[in-house]
């Protein structure tokens, strides 16, 4: 079994911080004590097994929206036995402090929350803004697409009377190629017949 004694530098009193030890020290089955210290540091007392005691001694380091952990003063040394549970060690005008620390804190997140909601709204506002430009310009690419559709529909009119004309075209130039083929025949016929008959053939 070991003990620990650490002395918590930062930004360590009336913002929570000793609850926190006080969770991670249950949480680990530590016992000892936390308690705040006339020059503005937190002494931890902490007695266990010498590898939870090490992971106790790292996880004290927070630091979060509130707390802000500088510096921890540690020493270790062969537990004492002396401390049935973990507890937080108060002194006798600590609630009052509290309760004005409490207030105090509230009132910083309010303005916090405050802030947060007017810059959300003024993004809002923005956003719609900007999405009223943007279905102005989606009406008008609607109203060109209706005319791209009325030129495209006109274009295909165009293009089905090319193919018909095209068509019409083929055929009767198959017609007449049929034609002038038909009388060359029969002209290559008399042909042969007058050289059978001169007997040049």
Same mark, same amino acid.
């Given at each position: ?85 973990? @507890? ?40 719609? /803004?900007?999405?009223?430009?943007? /279905? ?5 690419? /609607? ?7 009325? @030129? ?14 095209? *068509? ?28 059978? *008959?001169?007997?040049?053939?």
């Amino acid at each position: 079994m070991q003990g620990l004694t650490a002395y918590v530098s930062g930004r360590v009193q009336r913002v929570g911080y000793r609850a926190k030890v006080v969770s991670l020290a249950n949480g680990l089955g530590l016992t000892g004590l936390v308690q705040n210290r006339p020059d503005g540091r937190v002494l931890v007392i902490a007695e266990g097994e010498n590898e939870t005691v090490e992971q106790f001694a790292s996880a004290i380091r927070i630091e979060n929206s509130l707390i802000n952990v500088e510096k921890v003063d540690t020493s270790y040394s062969h537990a004492s036995g002396e401390f049935s549970v973990f @507890k937080k060690v108060t002194g006798p005008d600590e609630v009052g402090e509290r309760l004005d620390d409490g207030i105090e804190i509230l009132k910083c997140m309010m303005v916090g929350i405050n802030t947060i909601i007017k810059i959300t709204q003024s993004g809002f506002e923005r956003l719609g /803004n900007k999405m009223d430009v943007l /279905n102005s310009k989606m009406d008008s690419m /609607n109203s060109k697409m209706d005319g791209l559709n009325c @030129k495209t529909d006109k274009m295909l009119d165009k293009q089905d009377e090319t193919i018909g004309d095209i *068509e019409g075209l083929r055929s009767d130039l198959k017609e007449h190629m049929d034609e002038r083929f038909d009388r060359i025949e029969d002209e290559l016929a008399d042909i042969k017949s007058a050289g059978k *008959e001169r007997g040049t053939t």
